[in-house]
Structure formats: structure tokens, C-alpha cells
């Protein structure tokens, strides 16, 4: 009787194995499931990115208002007859007759 205990019991761990530890066992499920999750997070945060670079694109088709705004601080253009005043900060070590 103790035999055909442990003919079952070594048949049921048989069984098991696949479940637990094959191709399609449990623990590759759950790798997945995390891994199915890391990348929703990683989409939603590019689909954030997206959006943003959508709405840029469709403000600088659609307006020179944009467009002005960009050569203005990353380029540093101004308008033809405009006067451009540059303040430059005094230095606290340097001289003042300067």
C-alpha cells in the first residue's frame, strides 16, 4: 500500500511539473504578466510624449505666433526695425569700472 502511495505521488509531481515549470507553466505566466505591465507603462508614458509633440506640430502649422516664439528664444532672431537690449549681470568678483 505504501508503494502505490508513492507511485501516485510521484505520478501527480509528474503531472505537475509541466504545470509549474514548462513552456507554458505558471512562472513564465507571471513574467509575462509583469512584463505585459511594464511596457502599458512604458506606452503610456510615450503615448504622453506623443500627444505633446502632436500639439506642437499642429501649433506650428497652424500659427506663425509659434514659429515667431521659437526663432525668438532658440534662435535669438528679432524683427526687422526691432531694437535688442541685452542685460548682462554684473560679476561679483569683478572689477566695476568695467
Known sequence: M???AVAFA???L???YPLWF?????FRV??????????KDA????RQRNAALDAEVRDLKKGFEA???R????LGMIRQDEVFFQVVPSSATGDPAR
Open 22 to 26: 514548462g513552456k507554458g507553466g505558471w
Open 67 to 69: 514659429i515667431e516664439e
Open 30 to 39: 507571471w513574467g509575462l504578466e509583469r512584463q505585459v505591465v511594464e511596457q
Open 14 to 16: 509528474l503531472l505537475q
Open 43 to 46: 506606452n503610456g508614458s510615450l
Open 71 to 74: 526663432a525668438r528664444f532658440e
Open 2 to 4: 505504501k508503494a502505490l
Open 10 to 12: 510521484g505520478s501527480i
